[in-house]
């Protein structure tokens, strides 16, 4: 069976740009997989508010951060690119960081030159580490997944563009040292107009890895393929929309009582997602009972009161 760090670079090399959504957890995965996206992003702020309710600032731990990538992994049959902070320490935790995302299943990372504690790419308050260190653990990541899977897809971003006192001359040039200590593509984070993103894709010397949020400007996919751009995430979108959602829901429940939570699923049911027990895989739990535990378990179906899955 193909790897799935393997399909990831064969849709790289199709390109021209490949768009990816970010998601939070393995539910909103399987939403953007449904929605006929060919690759996942998981989100590392979508992963510290969702698990912990804490802000990106570097307050879940490695261990966090895989559970929920290996769950995501698990739950889609697509690739999944996910958000590996700043390798959680030196580059000696950043071989271990490499060998554990390997092992749930991803198929690729990026990694970044921020501190730790860490923060998001679009709040103030960054800093990086020299450019010597950045490379050593690049070149740590590099020779662990040439051990474990040459095609696990490294992905360098450099926060330098928006850090206290840095540039973006030195986003550029730490940029191609990444790249040439073995990352496949560049990320860099937060330049914050059309210019600053052409001087990205005219001077990064590789494929560049691009994040349409926060600060830095939004483009249509045309515009993203004219730009050169191999690889873009829209990584906050499904976040923001379900706690809005979410929240506008609580609210009508607060005032109106239960009835609020009745007109809701009246109203949910005529959504193409509406039929949330199919969507969540109990037509396949009925199917897997049927092969393996045998007709005599299917009884159970034929007096009990509910949604009823699909006999296969």
Excluded: W
Excluded at 2 to 19: E, I, V
Excluded at 33 to 42: K, Q
Excluded at 198 to 217: D, I, L
């Amino acid at each position: 069976m193909k790897r799935q760090s393997t399909r990831l670079r064969g849709l790289l090399k199709a390109g021209p740009t490949l768009f990816v959504p970010g998601c939070y957890n393995a539910m909103s995965a399987r939403v953007i997989e449904n929605a006929g996206f060919t690759a996942v992003y998981m989100s590392g702020y979508g992963t510290s508010l969702s698990l912990t309710g804490l802000p990106d600032a570097g307050l879940v731990t490695m261990s966090e951060v895989i559970t929920n990538a290996r769950y995501i992994a698990s739950a889609v049959n697509v690739p999944v690119i996910a958000d590996a902070d700043n390798g959680y320490g030196n580059a000696l935790n950043v071989i271990r960081t490499v060998r554990e995302f390997i092992g749930a299943g991803i198929a690729g990372i990026h990694l970044e030159d921020q501190v730790s504690p860490k923060r998001c790419g679009h709040v103030a308050g960054r800093l990086v580490v020299p450019l010597e260190e950045a490379v050593g653990k690049m070149r740590a990541a590099d020779d662990t997944r040439k051990e474990l899977d040459p095609d696990f897809v490294l992905i360098a971003r450099t926060d330098a563009r928006g850090a206290s006192g840095g540039s973006l001359d030195e986003a550029i040039r730490r940029a191609n040292a990444l790249l040439a200590a073995g990352a496949d593509l560049a990320f860099v984070e937060g330049p914050t107009s059309m210019d600053e993103v052409k001087r990205v894709c005219a001077e990064v010397k590789g494929p560049v890895f691009y994040n349409m949020t926060g600060v830095s400007p939004r483009f249509s996919l045309e515009e993203m393929k004219a730009l050169g751009i191999a690889l873009t995430i829209a990584p906050g979108a499904l976040l923001r929309v379900s706690l809005a959602a979410m929240h506008d829901l609580a609210v009508q429940m607060k005032q109106e009582g239960p009835i609020a939570e009745a007109r809701f699923i009246e109203q949910f049911a005529k959504h193409s997602m509406g039929d949330l027990h199919t969507f969540a895989g109990f037509d396949r739990i009925r199917a897997l009972e049927q092969e393996y535990l045998g007709e005599e378990a299917m009884k159970k179906y034929a007096d009990s009161v509910g949604h009823m899955p699909t006999r296969k």
